[in-house]
Structure formats: structure tokens, C-alpha cells
């Protein structure tokens, strides 16, 4: 099921056809100096995705040496996919599982939205990451479209991992998709883990 996600997944950055676009790279420097900026402030870890180089650019503040992925902040790291699996690999599989449903039904979401409107939306979810000592950690996590390309398709990504305040056990990952210019907030009800999604635009 996790390779269908992927591809699927990887099928809606593909459909953005963004190889037939100029594409301003300044504004991929800037994005990147918002990444490393926010992994800074918030001692977390922050990705850049380029859709259009299926290319990945991960920066990580304390929570990073508390993964393991480093011996002390700060780091960084590129690599050549669009995925994340540096941290990924730290996910507890259920939740990878659902956090890959959950991102599959955001960018299906945005992908049908106006230009105008693609970055006003975020995805959250609570998920458990393996820390170094192999104990898992409750650790909020938001993805959003940062930059769209000069025809409105979807080009940069950003993905952001802190720590959390809560620590209850909870039945799901708590995902919601949330309208950032007005407050509104969906929640995604994903089901049995590892079973079928439900969504409802808003």
C-alpha cells in the first residue's frame, strides 16, 4: 500500500508538467532561507521540495541531534527525491502510513484550487518519530505549498517537524486540513489504519 501512495503521490507533482516552465530560483533561495530560519527559531526540522527536480533540501535545529541525524545542530542536508525518507525512516509505520494518505488527499485538494489559493492551505497531523535511543516521540507536523509556479501549479513545499506539547496516546494521527486565511479547519477522517480515507472539501 505504501508504494501505491508514493507513486500516487508522485503522480500529482508529474502532472504539473513544471519542465515546461521558467522558473525563478530566487525563489527557491528564499524559500530555503524561510526553511532554515524556521528549523532555527523552532529547534525543529523543516524540508523544502522541489516538484519540479523531485529534489528535497532538509534542515533540522535540536530536534535533528535528538533523532539522531546529527551529533549537534545545525544540520542540513539535500537528497534526489521528493521525499523526505531521511526522516520518514524515524515515522512509526502506522503513522507513515496515514501521514502519506493524508498529504495524497492535500494535494489533490490544492491541485484543484485556483492559483490564487493554493498557498492558503495546510495539512497537520500529530505522528510518533523515533528518537536516537530508538523511543518514540510525539512530534506535530504541517505541510504546505510555499510557492506556486507562474502558471499556479503547485513547485515548492515546505514541511515542517516539532516537537509536541501533547503526549496523550491518540487512536489516529489527528489529521486536518486547515484554511490559513480564514481559520477554518477540516478534519480528515482516515479510518482504520492503514484503511480508506474520507475527505470533504471546504
Known amino acids: 500500500m505504501m508504494d501505491i501512495l508514493r507513486k500516487e503521490l508522485n503522480s500529482i507533482y508529474e502532472s504539473q508538467h513544471l519542465e515546461n516552465e521558467l522558473l525563478d530560483r530566487l525563489h ?31 534542515y533540522g535545529g ?4 535528538i533523532l539522531g541525524l546529527c551529533d ?7 537528497a534526489d527525491s521528493s521525499d523526505e525518507d531521511l526522516i520518514y525512516n524515524h515515522l512509526h509505520p502506522e503513522d507513515l502510513a496515514e ?5 495524497y488527499e492535500f494535494f489533490k485538494r490544492v491541485d484543484s484550487l485556483l492559483p ?11 505522528i510518533r518519530m523515533r528518537d536516537a535511543r530508538g523511543e518514540y516521540l510525539y ?18 513545499i515546505l514541511c515542517c517537524y ?3 506539547t501533547r503526549r496523550e496516546p491518540a487512536a489516529d494521527i489527528d489529521a486536518a486540513i486547515v484554511n490559513r486565511l480564514t481559520g477554518g479547519i477540516r478534519n480528515i477522517s482516515l479510518g ?6 474520507s475527505f470533504t472539501a471546504f
Open 28 to 58: 527557491m533561495l528564499e524559500c530555503k532561507r524561510i526553511a532554515a530560519t524556521i528549523a532555527d527559531v523552532s529547534e525543529g526540522c523543516t524540508v523544502i521540495t522541489d516538484a519540479s527536480a523531485d529534489r528535497c533540501y532538509i
Open 62 to 65: 535540536a530536534l535533528a541531534a
Open 72 to 78: 549537534e545542530p545545525p544540520f542540513y542536508q539535500e
Open 99 to 103: 501521514k502519506r494518505m493524508l498529504e
Open 116 to 126: 490564487e489559493q493554493k498557498q492558503g492551505y495546510a495539512a497537520t497531523c500529530r
Open 139 to 156: 512530534i506535530d507536523n504541517s505541510t504546505q505549498v510555499i510557492r506556486t509556479s507562474p502558471e499556479g501549479k503547485i513547485w515548492l
Open 162 to 164: 516539532t516537537l509536541s
Open 192 to 197: 482504520e489504519r492503514r484503511g480508506t480515507c
